[in-house]
């Protein structure tokens, strides 16, 4: 078993900040990928950012959150954390953690999720 679980998400007023923070543990041989995503009420999952574990860890953001978010990885502790600076009101949602893990014992890569944790931007 793979589990991923986030913390960090709360209740923050326009133009503040907050970090998430993703664990990843279980039977884990590898991860090559890490990334958050979010869902808003009445929306569909949408990317936030990846970042890979290896390959020097080359990051990809939606257009909606550069320059705002950072994601960053701590590959000896198998986490993945997001910083959200100058938060706005359409950040607000259940924000999930992504790894495509490969298991211990087997060679493929499989995508595993968080439960999610909620954001919300509001004053």
């Known amino acids: 078993q793979v589990q991923l679980v986030e913390s960090g998400g709360g209740l923050v007023q326009p133009g503040g900040s907050l970090r998430l923070s993703c664990a990843a543990s279980?039977?884990?041989?590898?991860?090559?990928?890490m990334g958050w995503y979010r869902q808003a009420p009445g929306k569909e999952r949408e990317l936030v950012a990846t970042?890979?574990?290896?390959?020097?860890?080359?990051?990809n953001y939606a257009d909606s959150v550069k320059g705002r978010f950072t994601i960053s990885r701590d590959n000896a502790k198998n986490m993945v954390y997001l910083q959200m600076n100058s938060l706005k009101p359409e950040d607000t949602g259940v924000y999930y953690c992504?790894?495509?893990?490969?298991?211990?014992?087997?060679?493929?890569?499989?995508?595993?999720w968080g439960r999610g944790t909620q954001v919300t931007v509001s004053s």
């Open positions: 992504n790894a495509r893990v490969s298991r211990i014992g087997g060679s493929l890569y499989y995508n595993y």
């Open positions: 279980g039977s884990i041989s590898s991860i090559n990928r």
């Open positions: 970042i890979t574990v290896t390959n020097g860890g080359s990051t």
